[in-house]
């Protein structure tokens, strides 16, 4: 079982961190993906990371202010955001699983093939 925390409601330009947590599931053994639903958009994929380098993707749209990172003594990943604007507001879900093909889906393989998913967390961005 997943759970992302650590959503809340915060200035443009400030920061969150957002942990994902598991119990009953080893996150080392697994990609882990981060992804956000804003009210009436489909889901995006947003920052992953693999398990077996840690090498990480992120989407073009957060691509220097987002860092997904992975805590194993903990088994728990993070994703810090910083400079935060309102179109990140959204519910922030985690995700965990084998991942997709390289092939077909090149270096964002890691945001498919989850087979864990996490209820959701919520940001908030204020103008």
């Known amino acids: 079982q997943l759970q992302a925390s650590g959503g809340g409601l915060v200035q443009t330009g400030g920061s969150l961190r957002l942990p994902c947590a598991a119990s009953?599931?080893?996150?080392?053994?697994?990609?882990i993906g981060w992804f956000r639903q804003a009210p009436g958009k489909e889901r995006e994929g947003v920052s992953c990371?693999?398990?077996?380098?840690?090498?990480?993707y992120d989407a073009e749209s957060v691509k220097g202010r987002f860092t997904i990172s992975r805590d194993n003594a903990k088994n728990t990943v993070y994703l810090q955001m910083d400079s935060l604007k309102p179109e990140d507001t959204a519910v922030y879900y985690c995700a965990a699983g084998l991942g997709g093909s390289p092939g077909l889906y090149g270096s964002s393989w890691c945001l498919h093939g989850m087979d864990y998913w996490g209820q959701g967390t919520e940001v908030t961005v204020s103008s």
């Open positions: 990371i693999s398990s077996s380098d840690s090498s990480t």
């Open positions: 009953g599931l080893t996150l080392e053994h697994y990609a």
